[in-house]
Structures are given as C-alpha cells and as structure tokens.
C-alpha cells in the first residue's frame, strides 16, 4: 500500500467559473487557472501522483500546454487514475478539505464526491470531501482565494 497528500491554491478571479470537484458553484467570481481551476481536484490528483512516485500534475499536465487551457479537471483525473491502473495500483480511499471562506460548500459536499468517484473509477464511499473557513485569516480568510488539501490510500490492483 502507498499514502499520498496533495496540496493546490488558486486566486479568485473576475469572469471565470467556480469549479470545485467537478460542481459548477454559483459565485459572482471563479478561480484562476490554466485549466479549471479546480483546487479540489488539483489536490487529490497530486496525491495520486505523489503515491505512484510520479511527479505533480504541473509536470503531467504542464500550463504552458495549449490542450490543456480550460480543460475540465476530472477529465485529467481519469487520466491519473488510468496511470495508476497502468502502473498496477488502484485507489481505496481518499479524503480532500476545502478552505474557503466564501462561499459555502457544505450544500455540493455529495456531488463532489460523486463526480470525483466516477472520475476515478471508485464507489462514492472511497471520496470524502470536507469545507472549512479560516476563520477570516490569511489569503482565504480574506477571501482572495481558495485551498484544498488532499491525501489517498492506493493499493495493488
């Protein structure tokens, strides 16, 4: 068995969509980013990606690649679910955390896992998904962006 973590932030920004694990948030503001922007996704598939020993997702994925601009980001988490089947490992668990301070998540909780799930390939119960403020401290605190934590269980296929 191998354990990985993950770790992504990106700033808020004008004009763009609010995309968490896959879920179209009603924001006034999105996250910035190459691809989605979504934080959440980005997260757990580092964690992936750390547990194969394979690198980051910056180095599968690069942002000055062209194919990757505005790429939904569970398209690329199928992509590393797929590397890891490949390389004979396969996903048992996984556990994300959210820190924003706006908006709240807790009403898109299920749907993110759901939609990372079958990105995955795994059964909803193998994705938890968990939001948290800062309690109005640091860059997300002053709501300038939004972080997201990962770790995963992988197991031999």
Known sequence: MRIGHGYDVHRFGAGRPLVLGGVHVPCDRGLVGHSDADVVAHALMDAILGALRAGDIGA?????DPAYAGVDSLVLMARVADLA??????VVDADC???AQAPKL???REAMRKNMA???GVSVESVGVK????ERLGFVGR???????????????
């Open 85 to 90: 089947c490949e390389r004979g490992w396969k």
């Open 106 to 108: 807790a009403g898109y």
């Open 118 to 120: 079958r990105a995955l």
């Open 97 to 99: 955390t959210i820190a």
């Open 143 to 157: 709501e300038e962006g939004i972080a997201a934590w990962a770790v995963v269980l992988l197991d031999r296929a």
């Open 131 to 134: 939001a948290t403020t800062t």
């Open 60 to 64: 599968l994925f690069p942002d000055t």
